[in-house]
């Protein structure tokens, strides 16, 4: 059984940094794509980055040129890191995995504030 455990979150005042990461432990293997999304409060789960088994990333509009997502495929790792953090970035990160099958980490709390 596989499991994704997640860290990095906090409190940061608006222009600052976080680091997320997300380290997938267990049986999970040949992992193809891994992502990371956030769900402010209200709203719906959206898509933040994501980054293909090949290299190829995707971001979202609102984040392009202020996050970038990487992956240790050796440790079965994926990192965000968001810098120009605005309080529109506020909500819970949940990094995602397609091995096989999809698995969600526990999420953590990113808080921006003004």
């Known amino acids: 059984q596989g499991q994704l455990v997640e860290s990095g979150g906090g409190l940061v005042q608006a222009g600052g940094s976080l680091r997320l990461s997300c380290a997938a432990s267990g049986s999970i293997f040949s992992i193809k794509y891994m992502a990371w999304y956030r769900q402010a409060p209200g709203k719906q789960r959206e898509l933040v980055a994501a980054?293909?088994?090949?290299?190829?990333?995707t971001y979202a509009d609102s984040v392009k040129g202020r996050f970038t997502i990487s992956r240790d495929s050796a440790k079965n790792t994926v990192y965000l890191q968001m810098n120009s953090l605005k309080p529109e970035d506020t909500g819970v990160y949940y990094c995602?995995?397609?091995?096989?099958?999809?698995?969600w980490g526990q999420g953590t709390q990113v808080t921006v504030s003004s």
């Open positions: 980054i293909a088994s090949g290299g190829t990333t």
């Open positions: 995602n995995l397609i091995a096989g099958k999809v698995y």
